[in-house]
């Protein structure tokens, strides 16, 4: 997928957000506006009459407008959730795997990370140095010294420097970064393919990086509560079931349509 796809797609994603947190706000705002043009025929405080003639009316009014205040805040909450959404994805720095240069990104990322890892080793073994100071690990380092004052002050263990963990974390990072990376060089070559099971087109589209179900119609309830345990999602836009290539998720797809 070329890059400028790729920011397309990104940012129609994040407009399908928006659109929707608008919907939801104006759906809202109707609903709540519905319950005030009901409730205000009566009068302020004014009681059910039980047995009056204006019994049954009443009570009707009273839940449709309980019904449309509901509706409001329902759609106030959805509003506010393709809102966070729209957000997170303007926000999100994540390296996906569908990036066409993701491989270079996790690279510079991967070096990145070593270099953090060695310095904070040159750091720990010049404070450990009898006789350290701030100012002599800073002269050492070619570092700020208000950067080193900080690595002397001892931690709620009564450590100093950077603790065992920061390493450990670091180290589990790179694993992972690396893993990654031999993933997606080793699927570099894969082509997009599609076979029949059954009337299900099975897709392995490697420009989406999406494994993608199109069933002839809706698939029952039992298929989709399966699918969805399985990490597929419903995708109005392409008009299928999918989820991220991997994982697994072609034999998991095989199982539920074989069943």
């Known amino acids: 997928m070329p890059r400028e796809d790729y920011e397309q797609k990104k940012q129609d994603r994040?407009?399908?957000y928006k659109a929707r947190a608008e919907r939801a706000d104006a759906n809202s705002a109707a609903a709540y506006q519905r319950s005030r043009d009901l409730l205000d025929p009566i009068p302020f405080g004014q009681p059910i009459l039980v047995g009056h003639h204006s019994e049954r009316g009443h009570r009707a009014t009273l839940r449709k407008a309980d019904t449309a205040m509901?509706?409001?805040?329902e759609e106030a909450s959805k509003a506010k959730h393709y809102r966070e959404k729209a957000l997170d994805a303007e926000r999100n720095r994540t390296i996906s795997s569908d990036d066409p240069d993701a491989i270079s990104l996790l690279r510079s990322k991967l070096e990145g990370l070593e270099a953090r890892r060695e310095q904070i080793k040159k750091a720990n073994k010049a404070i450990k140095r009898k006789g350290a100071t701030p100012e002599t690990v800073a002269a050492e380092l070619d570092i700020a010294r208000h950067i080193t004052v900080t690595w002397f002050k001892p931690d709620f263990a009564g450590r100093i420097g950077f603790p065992s963990y920061v390493l450990s974390n670091l180290g589990g990072n790179i694993r992972r970064i690396k893993e990654r990376i031999e993933t997606l060089e080793a699927t570099a070559g894969d082509e997009?393919?599609?076979?029949?099971i059954g009337d299900v087109r099975l897709v392995d589209n490697v420009e989406e990086n999406r494994l993608q179900l199109f069933f002839p119609g809706k698939p029952d309830e039992e298929t989709r509560r399966k699918l969805k345990s399985s990490g597929f999602?419903?995708?109005?836009?392409e008009g299928a079931w999918q989820a991220f290539r991997g994982n697994g998720a072609t034999a998991k797809a095989k199982a539920i349509l074989e069943a």
Not at 192 to 196: D, L, R
Not at 233 to 237: A, E, N, T, V, Y
């Open 14 to 16: 994040i407009e399908r």
């Open 233 to 237: 999602r419903w995708c109005r836009s």
């Open 192 to 196: 997009t393919t599609e076979e029949m």
């Open 70 to 73: 509901r509706r409001s805040s």
